[in-house]
């Protein structure tokens, strides 16, 4: 007799996200589209940061950052979709799932953790200007991006260990294009409801106590910045309504997915599309957008690198 927590599944199949093959097609060119733009723009992004000495700043720092973190959460889930849309069977082993499972946590998890750290230095930025050298040194700046990315490994690998404790011994279809925590959860055969209170408490619980936090903390920033002058105002207020607006995009879908018990939902992989795919390649673009200082600098890299 096997032992309770033996393995039997070795591969899932995954049921994607339309049986329509009309649907399939045109989420399949819309997303080819975006991601054949977009993720470049992401690139550009992090090279034009890399490469003007005039973007030194730490807000610079995380934003090539969040580039990077975005650029490679996207190869996560949206090759693989792609490469599915054309594929009669669509499969994943179960080492391959728990691989994807535990990146997506890491990376998703780190930007989380990253979009924190950038509310503490526009915090110290705006709300304490004369300690923001000294606070937001190079050094600090360093060690804040190693402590967001073993928070996201730590918080991961505790993902992945709940996850390789259930045993699986079928059935084997996960309704979703990707590997999460909510529909592999579901095909184990035990009862998990202590791993579902576990996984809430994890990943809802901590996704939402970050966005109340971060919502406070702009709160606390905005309320100061009417102390300003109007151009301080003005630059303070662009600002924060873009990280804003980051926030918003990372924290909506991960707190409709990961805040309540594991049950399906019609919009659940509507969600998880955007959260996935659309949004990680979106949030830099956005940044850089409303970022007067980045864009001038794209347009002179450009413009060097352009031949006529």
């Not at 599944?9 to 995954?14: A, D, H, K, M, S």
């Not at 090539?64 to 599915?84: E, H, K, Q, T, W």
């Not at 939902?265 to 957008?289: E, G, Q, R, W």
Request: glycine content about 4%.
């Amino acid at each position: 007799m096997e032992s309770e927590n033996s393995t039997v599944v070795t591969e899932f199949i995954l049921l994607g996200l339309t049986q329509s093959q009309d649907a399939q097609l045109l989420v399949f060119v819309l997303v080819l589209i975006f991601y054949l733009i977009i993720l470049p723009g992401n690139f550009l992004i992090i090279f034009t940061i890399r490469s003007d000495p005039g973007l030194t700043a730490p807000l610079y720092f995380f934003l090539g950052n969040l580039a990077f973190l975005d650029a490679s959460y996207s190869f996560i889930v949206a090759p693989r979709m792609l490469v599915d849309f054309l594929s009669e069977k669509k499969v994943i082993s179960y080492r391959g799932c728990i691989t994807q499972l535990f990146f997506l946590h890491f990376l998703g998890a780190g930007e989380m953790f990253l979009l924190v750290v950038m509310a503490f230095d526009r915090y110290i930025a705006i709300c304490r200007p004369l300690h923001y050298s000294t606070v937001m040194n190079p050094r600090a700046c360093y060690a804040l991006l190693l402590a967001l990315w073993l928070g996201g490994f730590t918080h991961s690998i505790v993902q992945v260990a709940l996850i390789l404790h259930l045993p699986f011994c079928g059935p084997n279809q996960l309704d979703n294009f990707f590997c999460d925590v909510p529909q592999v959860i579901k095909l184990a055969c035990t009862d998990t409801f202590v791993v579902e209170l576990l996984m809430v408490s994890n990943s809802g619980l901590l996704t939402l106590l970050c966005f109340l936090g971060l919502l406070a903390s702009y709160a606390v920033i905005l309320c100061h910045v009417k102390e300003h002058s109007s151009e301080g105002k003005s630059k303070a207020f662009s600002t924060c309504t873009t990280h804003i607006i980051i926030v918003f995009l990372m924290f909506g879908p991960a707190i409709f997915i990961y805040t309540r018990p594991f049950r399906a939902f019609p919009a659940d992989k509507v969600v998880s599309l955007f959260h996935t795919v659309i949004f990680p390649l979106m949030n830099p673009v956005i940044y850089t957008l409303r970022n007067q200082e980045v864009k001038a600098s794209m347009r002179r890299l450009l413009s060097q690198h352009t031949i006529f």
